[in-house]
């Protein structure tokens, strides 16, 4: 009973006390897992090959799994670990196209986030190269195959070398290169269309070659060797010795990488090494993605990727 004055007197009567509100208990919001941060596992793979689409960047390697650095956020994740013997990559805007050893041909959908593989003949592939309506893709014993709507075809006959590097046009033409110094012009004579050498003058393994006309190239390979092609095959003077592995037009420069960090421009009859990248790691592609030119480089547990950005270079991995 409560006491309550009034006035000058005094009333007895009950206050009814609120009954007290009982506090809710916490409700017990689950700690979120952390996403396992898979970047570093990228630099543990023996790299190959990368290439660039919309959004992303992409490397693959010969025995390991493959990466995808994010433009937006970046950062690199291994997307995938399954092992793979994958040795060269081309992309489009969404997809991503690899190839290696057994004739396997990998496709992967940036868009649908989908991987999956193909196998296209019985023998390994070194090289591919995308075109508007499908891909070229060369490798062992003089192997050619060519993609379109309906599939995959064997695209040469004849052709005994091992063909380590290619490069094709809207149009219908391609160049490629391989062993014993051969090269290849895909022609048209008469009705016909096929496979014309043309003599190098060298016989060291021709191991890439770019190029943005059928009229005009640049071919690399073992020992130091440069070649330029403007009507006839002509030696530049590379002032290095290594094995030259891949190599990428970006406006008038072609990038040639190799063994030992070597990486050179090229720039009509004149050579020069990029004194900004710096490795010992054997450098095993080079891609532009606009202005920006990408190395990939691995040797033994240790990988690397470069970006070159006018005279700015980033760096991620243990080469």
């Not at 009333?11 to 979120?32: D, F, H, K, L, N």
């Not at 399954?82 to 959908?109: K, N, P, Q």
């Not at 063909?163 to 490629?176: P, R």
Request: proline share 4%.
């Amino acid at each position: 009973m409560v006491v309550i004055a009034i006035g000058a007197g005094a009333a007895a009567g009950v206050v009814t006390r609120p009954t007290p509100s009982v506090e809710p208990s916490a409700t017990q919001v689950p700690t979120p897992t952390p996403v396992p941060d898979t970047g570093p596992l990228v630099f543990k793979q023996p790299l190959t090959a990368g290439c660039a689409t919309d959004d992303a960047v992409w490397v693959v390697s010969d025995g390991g799994g493959i990466g995808r650095f994010d433009r937006l956020l970046q950062r690199w994740e291994l997307v995938d670990s399954t092992l793979r013997s994958l040795v060269a990559a081309a992309c489009d805007a969404d997809t991503v196209t690899a190839v290696g050893a057994f004739g396997r041909v990998v496709f992967i959908d940036d868009l649908a986030k989908t991987i999956h593989a193909d196998d296209i003949g019985l023998f390994n592939a070194y090289a591919l190269s995308l075109l508007p309506d499908g891909a070229l893709v060369v490798g062992s014993d003089g192997s050619v195959q060519r993609q379109s709507a309906v599939g995959w075809d064997k695209y040469a006959e004849g052709i005994a070398e091992d063909l380590y590097g290619v490069v094709g046009f809207a149009g219908g033409s391609a160049w490629m290169v391989g062993a014993a110094g051969v090269t290849y012009r895909l022609e048209k004579a008469g009705g016909d269309v096929g496979w014309k050498p043309y003599d190098t003058g060298t016989t060291v393994s021709l191991r890439t070659i770019a190029a943005t006309s059928p009229t005009e190239a640049i071919a690399a390979g073992d020992d130091g060797v440069i070649l330029r092609f403007d009507g006839n095959w002509r030696p530049l003077e590379s002032g290095v010795k290594q094995e030259l592995r891949a190599s990428a037009r970006v406006g008038a420069i072609t990038y040639v990488v190799g063994d030992g960090g070597t990486a050179l421009a090229v720039e009509g009859n004149t050579v020069r090494p990029i004194a900004n990248i710096s490795t010992t790691c054997a450098l095993r592609a080079v891609f532009a993605n606009g202005n920006e030119v990408w190395f990939v480089g691995s040797e033994g547990t240790l990988a690397g990727v470069w970006r070159k950005s006018g005279d700015r270079v980033d760096h991620w991995g243990t080469c």
